[in-house]
């Protein structure tokens, strides 16, 4: 699909993998630049327009999941059949380099939890994957 390709031409450039920081703001700028490929409804439910608007300096997180060095070649491997799927899969990366300190520790092990980006009723761990509803 010519939007993914797009996309992972403008990650083939590594020095947008330089770091975390780096990395989500050219997939922001990215984004932007291509938003009018996307509907509304698409922007929404994926919640890219908090994603996309984030100032990322209080929310980037120390160690996400995301390797940089293979992110290209594991973004590569991919291919999302609808601009749909090219929102879920950018909205997803954008996640997964953020995280919403809660001010909570968590019951089992002590650490403070972090807010999910899509509910912020929800609260998990992510030392040892504890989850809980802010309201229980
Ligand atoms: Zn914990």
Redesign the pocket.
């Known amino acids: 699909m010519k939007l993914w390709d797009s996309f992972l031409e403008m990650l083939s450039d590594r020095n947008n993998l330089f770091d975390y920081r780096t990395y989500y703001s050219a997939t922001v700028q990215w984004f932007k630049e291509h938003i009018y490929c996307f509907t509304p409804e698409i922007i929404s439910i994926n919640n890219l327009d908090f994603l996309l608007s984030l100032d990322i300096d209080g929310y980037i997180t120390e160690s996400p999941d995301i390797q940089l060095e293979t992110e290209y070649e594991r973004l590569k491997k991919l291919n999302p059949s609808s601009k749909h799927t090219v929102a879920m899969l950018i909205a997803d990366i954008l996640r997964e380099m953020i995280s919403i300190k809660s001010g909570t520790d968590?019951p089992?092990?002590?650490?403070e939890m972090i807010y999910a980006v899509d509910n912020r009723n929800f609260l998990s761990?992510d030392?040892?994957?504890?989850c809980m509803a802010e309201n229980t």
């Open positions: 968590c089992v092990c002590g650490n761990c030392i040892c994957g504890y």
